[in-house]
């Protein structure tokens, strides 16, 4: 009897594929860090005019009243669904030339420096630590989104150069599940649990 080849799932051949496509990615990496960081200092250093001010402070105060008596399994749960939301999109819609992620990079950089200069004028250098345990795992799966979606609209552009659209795209999908999803998942349990004890 002729032995049929069949191809056995491994989640550690996964997960190795899914690095090494980020390292393949790591260019797209470094150029929505750039981008991010560099609205996070003209959020942080260069006011911004009322009307803008104004959309912010309405934005928070909008999630603030949304989040306002949730207990800490639901306040997890909403900072989980919204990151994962804003995560895929960032990453599936740079389909379109890789636009979506930089105006996400470039939207949510700006917002994370007028935060932290308001969180400074308001409780001093020190308040800062409130962004940070959430930020370490939070920050890394935003980036790599939008990296992937930013390599995705590039692939459209030059395939020969950034790869076949139809790979990549698994790609992505595959690495957004085992690597974006359970760093999105410990940054909504630090966040939430943070938001909940008033800390």
């Known amino acids: 009897m002729k032995k049929k080849n069949k191809t056995k799932f491994s989640l550690k051949k996964e997960y190795k594929k899914s690095w ?12 929505v860090i750039g981008i991010f960081l560099a609205l996070a200092l003209i959020g942080f250093f260069v006011p911004p ?31 989980f669904l919204n990151n994962i939301q ?15 992620p930089v105006i996400s ?5 700006y917002l994370l ?9 308001n409780g ?20 790599i989104s939008f990296a992937l979606g930013l390599r995705l609209g590039m692939s459209i552009i030059n395939r020969k150069k ?7 795209f698994i790609s992505s999908l595959k690495t957004f599940i085992l690597i974006i999803v ?13 938001i909940f004890l008033g800390v």
Do not use: C
């Open 182 to 194: 359970p760093l999105l998942i410990i940054a909504a349990i630090i966040e939430g649990t943070l």
């Open 124 to 143: 001093g250098f020190f308040s800062l630590w409130r962004i940070f345990p959430h930020g370490i795992f939070e920050l890394p799966a935003v980036f």
């Open 49 to 79: 005019s009322e009307d803008i001010s104004q959309k912010i402070f309405d934005f928070i105060e909008g999630i603030l009243e949304k989040t306002d008596g949730m207990s800490q399994s639901k306040l997890i749960s909403f900072i």
């Open 86 to 100: 804003s995560s895929f999109f960032g990453m599936v819609f740079g389909v379109f030339l890789g636009v979506f």
């Open 20 to 31: 090494n496509y980020l390292k393949e990615s790591k260019k797209f990496i470094w150029i």
């Open 162 to 168: 950034f790869g076949n659209l139809n790979k990549n």
């Open 113 to 121: 420096g007028f935060v932290a200069n308001l969180a400074i004028q």
């Open 105 to 109: 990079a470039i939207a949510n950089g």
